[in-house]
């Protein structure tokens, strides 16, 4: 190959210019978070590209979300002058889905099949449960959820998987029946949309060396979360003696609950890549305390593949932590820090929140709403997840397909149209019978229900009618309108957000659109070379609602926004950001309660861990509360574990260490009413102390400050002592802490509740 230009490789390290220029052979990177595990294979990419190797459309990447996939053709296109239109660069998901829809009739799908996510999949199990007369308290629906995925991530039909007792046949039972429904619906989940391509690539020799003969290089990122099916995929696409380059760090394996299977990697080196392993040591994100937290404590697990990271960045700031009384006073504490930060010059969208469960967002983002603070939430409830907008997807789904039964029956009768319960049930009936879809069974319903039913139909066929021809986003939104949607949801008190959602997957079409998703474009080079296999394109509709259903959930269209970003900490995986909340580090919580009777479990806890603190470049933040507010129940948790692994000397403690937990256990401390915000959302069942502090508590007071008071700035602030603040107003302060610039003050505002300022920043005057 010829020399590139340099400007491609300057910015390499001498290992990593290694892994880029490797020869067009399997090899493996193995390396430890912020190595440049990802630089290297984008600019390895990139570089097979401009040096002549391969073709863009010779070579496939496989990412693990769909922001890490655009993030990469973003970087391509800043790297080379071209056209990244058509690239096969995505999650396995959505390469499987793109080949799905080009042969559709070789893999056994109708042309309009449709996508459930997980929900979706778990109203179609109840729905088959219920119409089976299956016990659903001895079959659980979620759990023949669970077992149907593992066995299909694992690659097996219902007759491949070995039934030992009455209740796994039972199971296996399920699976099949399971399938035959989805199959007559034409609809596909997620792991099927693997096992389903991986099955085509098996069975039809032409379409599978149609690509293993196109790519001759196929990268994955994030090896190690790889699970046993998308491997043998991606070794039956390599099969052609395409290269496979994978990288990958077995300490940030945490899907192992999903499936993923770290041992790939071994035996990936063991039968690919031999001697071709590379190995990054040199970390560029993060500063040296961040990164000896991060090494300190990975150390604690067993079985690594061993590896260390160094920078020469040096120490930076130490780790910030904090304990706070309450979650909410936590949300409290990092707004105040956020601000600081924001105050300091710093962009939000480089600072993150993150958190071990969905669950605990909300009380940060009520937080950050209440302080006009913008914030955006990856994961969680996704743009495509909301109610209203999956109606509307329900909709645009049946006219795409009107046998597909799950969109049936979320909208048949939403916005309501007087077809009840028993018609619904008289309809499912007729379907079983006739083994048909409930679409088909409407001519047979009898009476004002069958009418009703008749009536709902003729709509969908009358929207598909009227929108023929039209362009996707003037589709949607005809369908929006036409559903009585927006209607409805104009006399719903608080419909006004979920006709914002509405609109906004309009803009979601056009955007979708102008981008041409899932490579629309090159389905004609395939049409070609595969002329027998009758590729054909789907229809725009079709491939947006695909992308509806696999779209990691971002709403694109506020990407660019800067706002503060808030998701867990699986979210997180290969992302990077200048400062890093890490909140809830409380035993049982993180780790958390079910991974720590197992020690794999506490060790994939551990790794999550990790991959938390390396998201951080020049600030980390840890905190953790006495008190939290989860699923509707008070729990008093001790500190994580995670915060003694770390080394004692990269942390800043910003309250005293382990002094509050103390106090919570001694009968006159911390008068929880007085720290305001947990009173508004009722049963805290601590009893309320009217004396907001009571200096009793040991080794909590002699850390705290001595009544003679925090002199900062010239003015010397007590507790006790009133003080007003010009958005907060007046208030008590009822305790202080730390000394000099770092002094904090926290100041019961009665209606407000009580506020943790820090003494130097905020604008506090004695009254
Ligand atoms: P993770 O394991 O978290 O996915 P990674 O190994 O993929 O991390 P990258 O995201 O590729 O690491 O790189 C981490 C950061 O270091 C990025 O900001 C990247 O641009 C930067 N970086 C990587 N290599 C170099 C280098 N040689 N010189 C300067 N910066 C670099
Ligand atoms: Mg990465």
Redesign the pocket.
């Known amino acids: 190959p010829s020399i590139a230009p340099m400007s491609l490789l300057d910015?390499?390290?001498p290992p990593?210019h290694a892994a880029v220029t490797i020869e067009p052979r399997h090899a493996l990177v193995l390396?430890?978070?912020?190595?440049?595990?990802?630089?290297?294979l984008t600019t390895r990419m990139a570089w097979l590209i401009q040096t002549g190797q391969v073709s863009p459309h010779g070579l496939m990447a496989v990412t693990f979300t769909n922001k890490a996939a655009r993030e990469m053709l973003t970087r391509i296109s800043a790297l080379l002058p071209i056209n990244t239109r058509g690239m096969w660069i995505g999650t396995f998901h959505g390469l499987c889905n793109r080949m799905l829809r080009a042969h559709y009739r070789d893999a056994g799908l109708p042309q309009t099949f449709q996508i459930l996510d997980t929900a979706d999949q778990l109203s179609a199990i109840k729905r088959l449960l219920k119409g089976a007369g299956v016990d659903d308290e001895k079959y659980p629906p979620r759990q023949v959820q669970h077992f149907i995925n593992a066995a299909k991530e694992e690659g097996l039909r219902h007759t491949e998987v070995e039934a030992y007792d009455s209740f796994n046949r039972q199971m296996v039972e399920l699976y099949g029946m399971y399938d035959a429904q989805c199959q007559r619906e034409g609809v596909v989940d997620f792991p099927e949309l693997l096992l389903r391509c991986y099955e085509l690539l098996t069975h039809n020799a032409p379409i599978r060396e149609h690509y293993q003969h196109r790519f001759r290089h196929i990268l994955v990122?994030?090896f190690q979360d790889t699970n046993r099916l998308q491997y043998r995929w991606l070794k039956l696409l390599a099969g052609g003696g395409a290269a496979l380059f994978a990288?990958g760090?077995d300490d940030?394996s945490i899907y192992a609950f999903r499936g993923a299977n770290v041992g790939n990697m071994a035996e990936f080196e063991r039968e690919y890549a031999h001697e071709r392993v590379i190995r990054?040591e040199?970390?560029?994100?993060s500063h040296g305390h961040i990164l000896d937290a991060a090494n300190t404590l990975i150390r604690n697990n067993s079985g690594r593949l061993g590896k260390n990271l160094w920078t020469d960045q040096g120490h930076g700031e130490p780790i910030r932590v904090y304990e706070a009384l309450s979650d909410a006073q936590e949300a409290q504490w990092v707004i105040e820090e956020i601000r600081s930060l924001v105050g300091e010059g710093r962009l939000r969208r480089e600072i993150a929140i993150l958190y071990r469960s969905n669950a605990q967002s909300r009380v940060l983002e009520h937080a950050l709403f209440s302080s006009g603070i913008p914030y955006k939430v990856y994961g969680g409830l996704r743009f495509f997840e909301r109610q209203e907008v999956k109606h509307a997807l329900a909709y645009l789904r049946l006219m795409e397909n009107p046998h597909d039964d799950t969109a049936w029956m979320r909208v048949v009768n939403f916005p309501a149209r007087g077809i009840g319960a028993r018609t619904l049930e008289q309809q499912a009936d007729i379907a079983r019978l006739h083994n048909c879809s409930l679409y088909s069974a409407v001519s047979q319903v009898p009476g004002r229900g069958g009418n009703n039913l008749a009536q709902f139909a003729s709509l969908v066929d009358r929207m598909r009618f009227e929108t023929q021809n039209l362009p996707l986003h003037e589709i949607v939104d005809h369908v929006i309108e036409a559903s009585g949607l927006i209607q409805h949801y104009l006399q719903e008190k608080e419909g006004a957000e979920r006709i914002e959602n509405l609109r906004e997957l309009v803009n979601a079409a056009a955007a979708f659109a102008a981008e041409d998703g899932y490579g629309l474009a090159d389905a004609g080079a395939l049409a070609q070379t595969l002329p027998e296999s009758g590729v054909e394109l789907p229809s725009p509709l079709a491939a947006f609602l695909s992308h509806a259903a696999l779209e990691a959930g971002d709403n694109q269209a506020s990407e660019g926004q800067d706002a503060v970003q808030l998701m867990t900490v699986h979210a997180a995986?290969?992302?990077?950001f200048e400062a890093v909340f890490i909140t809830g580090l409380e035993e049982g919580l993180f780790p958390h309660e079910n991974s720590v009777l197992e020690q794999s479990g506490l060790e994939e806890e551990r790794r999550l861990m990790y991959?938390a603190v390396?998201?951080a470049?020049e600030r980390l933040y840890l905190s953790f509360s006495q008190t939290r507010m989860l699923h509707g129940q008070t729990r008093y948790n001790m500190q994580s574990r995670f915060l003694s692994e770390v080394p004692e000397e990269s942390l800043k403690w910003l309250t005293p260490r382990n002094g509050r937990a103390k106090a919570v256990d001694t009968a006159g401390g911390w008068g929880h009413a007085a720290w305001g915000d947990e009173s508004e959302r009722g049963g805290f069942s601590r009893p309320a102390k009217d004396a907001p502090y009571v200096g009793s508590s040991e080794g909590y007071s002699s850390r705290r400050t001595s009544d003679a008071g925090v002199e900062v700035n010239g003015r010397t602030f007590k507790v006790g002592q009133s003080v007003a603040h010009p958005k907060f107003g007046e208030g008590v302060i009822v305790s202080l802490m730390g000394s000099g610039q770092d002094a904090q003050v926290q100041v019961n505002f009665g209606g407000v509740g009580t506020k943790t300022l820090a003494l130097a920043m905020a604008k506090l005057d004695p009254v």
């Open positions: 910015n390499l390290n990593q390396a430890g978070a912020g190595s440049g595990k990802t630089r290297v990122d994030e990288v760090d940030q990054l040199q970390n560029y994100r995986k290969g992302l990077e991959v390396t998201r470049r």
